[in-house]
């Protein structure tokens, strides 16, 4: 579990999001790098709406070290089927992002930022769900 902890901390750290990464449990760092792909795709998508060729392939890139973030972070001991559908999914993801830059595709982009936000609102629900879990079962 620390390994992967520390995965998820270097990957962070290695794309610039935030400086409380070392203070950081896993689950909250997984919320900030969903957090910070949310944001770089919706940062994207406004390069690919003013036609800004540098912008978009820096965003994109951004976009594809933070899904590199969150599959290195993936634990597929635990996780299993989970971390299999997960590690799909930004699988998917990167190779959506790489033809949208490469067709000039906007709404492929749309459609990445869009899977990627159900994703993150699921992880919004599990601290809660883990506590009330923990809660009941020393009840």
Known sequence: MLANKRRG?????SVGVSSTVPYSDSMQLIQLLFNGLVE?????????????????????????????????????????????????????????????NISNNIDIIREVKSLIVE???AWQTLPTAINQRSVSMAS
Request: aromatic share 8%; no cysteine; glycine share 8%.
């Open 40 to 100: 770089t795709l919706a940062t994207a998508e406004g390069h690919f709406s003013r036609n800004d060729i540098e912008g978009k392939g820096a965003s994109i890139e951004r976009a594809l070290k933070i899904l590199g973030g969150l599959q290195s972070s993936l634990n597929f001991e635990d996780g299993k089927e989970l971390a299999r559908n997960l590690s799909d999914i930004y699988d998917y993801a990167s190779r959506q992002l790489l033809k949208a």
């Open 9 to 13: 901390a270097n990957a962070y750290r």
């Open 119 to 121: 994703i993150d609102s």
